[in-house]
């Protein structure tokens, strides 16, 4: 028989035991209920060549190209995939010429792609390239004016391309303008606020807008547009909870780093990336009003290093990783349809 003391610890260690099970299940019951935000990712047909991440990307007229990248066990890649969206088909293409690599960047301008920069495994890398898709050949060009980097940032707007940011063993915010017909280089503005390593980019209008990044372990919060005609930087409005006299940002958890951006109706998304973990949530921007609204998140496995694609202005994001996990699944987006019942 217990004696009072013995009951009242046993009693006591029931009591603590439901209460435990009370707050798993309270937990368990909020982390598995779905989002109710808008819009809804479908998956499309699979990446065709090895999983990898940090790839790069780059569109033209109505097809995408993917390519480079590190697919783990210290090796990196230099192959190209051209996407066809419109038969879901993937077709191999030529390889970039140089060394393999991954954590490049590449951009668009008119009928011919562009990569350059990037880590080799043991060195930073300044070489860049053209290719031209109608005869699938790359031409090397006049190497990347700024220093060797990798993490940087690829866009082109007015028929210039731009590298800009990343490191060098420092981080960086300078900014570099290419000129295709000259083959050369000119270092133009450089980003106003905090250097950074991988930040996102997307244009709108002739209009870049930069955002997300990481500077000495910290995510960063400001975002910056750049006017190529001008040459110049405006800030906008920060991508976290930073103004206590307006609730227009009390939700805004936007902050991340090696994330993906992509643009469809006039509208800039970021998705993915890294904060404080692996995250999948997913933001809408709007230029008119320089405000974000969340949408659906990413609903395949959370993943840093992807790649981001529009086609026919229809959003995707391909590979990636998760952990030592490297993916080859792509995923479309669409802003205005609600959650399929059968998503993951």
Known sequence: MLNLKQARILNRNAWMLMLLCSAFYSCDKTA?????YEGNWARSSDFEGVARTEAVTF??????????GYKGSDTRLKDFWQFDASTGTWKQKADLPGVERNSAVAFTIGEKGYVGTGYDGVNKLKDFYEYDAANNIWTQKTDFGGTARYDAIGFSVNNEGYIATGFDD?????????????????????LGGYKRKGAVVFVIDDLAYVCTGINNGDNINDFW?????ADE??????????????????????????AVAFVMNGKGYVTCGQQSGTISTTWEYTPSTD??????????TARIGAVAFTLNNVGYVATGNNSTYQF????????TEDQSDDDN
């Open 32 to 36: 598995s209920t779905s989002d109710d």
């Open 170 to 190: 420092n981080y960086l915010k300078d900014n570099w303008q290419y000129n295709p017909s000259a083959d050369t280089w000119t270092q133009k503005a450089s």
């Open 233 to 258: 930087w405006t800030e906008k409005r920060k991508i976290s909870d930073a103004n206590s006299d307006e609730d227009y940002d009390d939700d805004y958890n936007i902050v991340r780093d090696n």
């Open 225 to 229: 547009v750049y006017n190529g005609n």
């Open 59 to 68: 569109t033209i007229d109505n097809y995408a190209y993917v390519g480079t």
């Open 328 to 335: 080859d699944d792509c995923w479309s987006f669409n802003p």
């Open 291 to 300: 405000l974000w609204v969340q949408r659906t998140s990413f609903e395949g």
